[in-house]
T-cell receptor, first 112, second 117 residues
Framework: EAQVTQNPRYLITVTGKKLTVTCSQN?????MSWYRQDPGLGLRQIYY???????DKGDVPEGYKVSRKEKRNFPLILESPSPNQTSLYFC???????????FGSGTRLTVV | AQKITQTQPGMFVQEKEAVTLDCTYD???????LFWYKQPSSGEMIFLIY??????QNATEGRYSLNFQKARKSANLVISASQLGDSAMYFC??????????????FGKGTHLIIQP
């Protein structure tokens, strides 16, 4: 089944404790992206990647890191999480020439 | 300026009625794509329908249709014969250009649709 797999689905952590949210897709998509969703603000892009070893900032990259060492994986790293990073996070992938995204199931992160 | 505007934060509709969710967009690129996604309370994002800027006909997918008015920069989602399971957040989104680039998809802030029995 074609899918984007995010883990974990839910995470509660403390301020400053490094964490990684994993994202993997099995569709050989070139394009991968991370979004955060906050009430009243919709979805905002954090980072994106056009292909292996090619990543760039989206609209709200502060406090996040990403890497794209393999085509299928695009982890999101929070080196020192803060409460304002409490949010619902989505990983998405697409063929660049395709119509739109396939989304992961989302990760609900709470930083206390 | 917002690129995608959804002016209805919330809507209540009676079951079996048709629903129109509004979306206007702003772009100077002649090539673009418009999308609608559904987000139920469980949180996942579900693709509903796509309309390309050069498509001559309005897109349809089952009970979903997209009322595309290019001159007005409007891409409203129409749900026919609404069902209780249609209760969800609905997001309009746009891709500028022929393929995904730096901006990815730009999303509106969503409309919360509640279908009442």
């Amino acid at each position: 089944e074609a899918q984007v797999t995010q883990n974990p689905r839910y995470l509660i952590t403390v301020t400053g404790k490094k964490l990684t949210v994993t994202c993997s897709q099995n569709m050989n998509h070139e394009y991968m992206s991370w979004y955060r969703q906050d009430p009243g603000l919709g979805l905002r892009q954090i980072y994106y990647s056009m292909n292996v070893e090619v990543t760039d900032k989206g609209d709200v990259p502060e406090g996040y890191k990403v890497s794209r060492k393999e085509k299928r994986n695009f982890p999101l790293i929070l080196e020192s999480p803060s409460p304002n990073q409490t949010s619902l996070y989505f990983c998405a992938s697409s063929s660049i020439r395709n119509y739109g995204y396939t989304f992961g199931s989302g990760t609900r992160l709470t930083v206390v | 300026a917002q690129k995608i505007t959804q002016t209805q934060p919330g809507m209540f509709v009676q079951e079996k009625e048709a629903v129109t969710l509004d979306c206007t967009y702003d772009t100077s690129d002649p090539s673009y794509g418009l999308f609608w996604y559904k987000q139920p309370s469980s949180g996942e994002m579900i693709f509903l329908i796509y309309q390309g800027s050069y498509d001559q006909q309005n897109a349809t997918e089952g009970r979903y249709s997209l009322n595309f008015q290019k001159a007005r920069k409007s891409a409203n989602l129409v749900i026919s014969a609404s069902q209780l399971g249609d209760s969800a957040m609905y997001f309009c989104a746009m891709r500028e250009g022929l393929s995904l680039g730096a901006d990815g998809l730009t999303f509106g802030k969503g409309t919360h649709l509640i279908i009442q029995p």
